[in-house]
């Protein structure tokens, strides 16, 4: 059975840095594309960035310039890391994968990890 893991959250101060991560477990599984959505309370879950197969990534505008999102295709992990950290950041965080396995394409949700932004 597949699962994602995500770790790295945590609190840091506005101006600061923090990386989070997700490996995707199991097996009998290829990647199409991984990434990571966030919600705020009280909001949306939205996107944040995606990097697909062959290396492309997409990020949303509010962290574009802050935020890189990359990947070790070895040990199938995601990362995100995030820099020049805003207040309105604080959400959880949110990995997806898009995974086939066998003759499916399914999407695939972590647990989410918190990510607080505050003085």
């Known amino acids: 059975q597949v699962q994602l893991v995500e770790s790295g959250g945590g609190l840091v101060q506005p101006g600061g840095s923090l990386r989070v991560s997700c490996a995707a477990s199991g097996s009998g599984f290829s990647i199409n594309a991984m990434g990571w959505y966030r919600q705020a309370p009280g909001k949306e879950r939205e996107l944040v960035a995606h990097?697909?197969?062959?290396?492309?990534?997409n990020y949303a505008d509010s962290v574009k310039g802050r935020f890189t999102i990359s990947r070790d295709n070895a040990r199938n992990t995601v990362y995100l890391q995030m820099n020049s950290l805003k207040p309105e950041d604080t959400a959880v965080y949110y990995c997806?994968?898009?995974?086939?396995?066998?003759?499916?394409?399914?999407?695939?949700w972590g647990k989410g990890t918190l990510v607080t932004v505050s003085s």
């Open positions: 997806n994968a898009v995974l086939t396995v066998g003759t499916y394409i399914r999407a695939y």
């Open positions: 990097i697909f197969s062959g290396g492309t990534t």
